[in-house]
């Protein structure tokens, strides 16, 4: 049986972990329309994605879903996209992002896609599914500091570039966004399963 700490250890390893670069770059895109001072915004955002995460490896734990792993690889880079494109649609002059329930919807439902992409991995580390409590637990508290920490990261750097260099926010929320959608498009090619 592995220990609470060990599932800490692997659900923050999954998020910060650079080889599985597509977290890390939803990370990037859902943050992209925002400023420091919507830090609490983006926390909730983040929040909702973890329950997302949680919620999809729980009903794969219990084998309620099963989805083909080739699917989910290219679904995973269209949340990217849909998110790049949203960020573009919704920008607001004024740093209003929109209807924020919207927003947490979205990472909310796109952290279940997300979440699949563990869900085979995780079932089998935790063997027996009545003994899911724990190692799930441990596995988002995990991703969450993953989360926190890559989001620090990337709130910096806006910040550098948006208060430092005075980049406008339009032309960051374009780049970073644009950058965003063409990666998950190359993704999407790499990974399309028709």
Not at 69 to 97: D, E, R
Not at 172 to 180: D, M
Request: net charge positive; charged share 10%.
């Amino acid at each position: 049986m592995n220990t609470f700490d060990f599932y800490i250890t692997l659900g923050y390893k999954h998020i910060s972990d650079l080889a599985g670069y597509d977290h890390i770059l939803f990370l990037v895109a859902l943050c992209a329309i925002y400023k420091i001072e919507q830090w609490k915004k983006i926390l909730i955002l983040v929040t909702a994605f973890t329950i997302g995460h949680s919620i999809t490896l729980v009903l794969a734990s219990q084998d309620t879903i099963t989805i083909p792993s080739h699917i989910i690889k290219f679904l995973i880079p269209t949340t990217i996209m849909l998110t790049a494109f949203h960020n573009v649609l919704s920008y607001k002059p004024k740093g209003n992002s929109g209807k924020m329930w919207r927003n947490y919807a979205m990472a909310l439902f796109f952290g279940l896609i997300h979440g699949m992409d563990f869900s085979n991995y995780f079932k089998a580390l935790i063997m027996d599914p009545s003994q899911i409590v724990i190692p799930l637990l441990g596995f988002n508290i995990g991703i969450e500091l993953g989360q926190l920490l890559v989001v620090a990261c990337i709130v910096v750097i806006a910040y550098i570039f948006l208060n430092l260099i005075s980049v406008k926010h339009r032309d960051w929320n374009l780049f970073i966004s644009g950058a965003a959608a063409g990666m998950s498009f190359i993704s999407m090619i790499d990974n399309k399963f028709w």
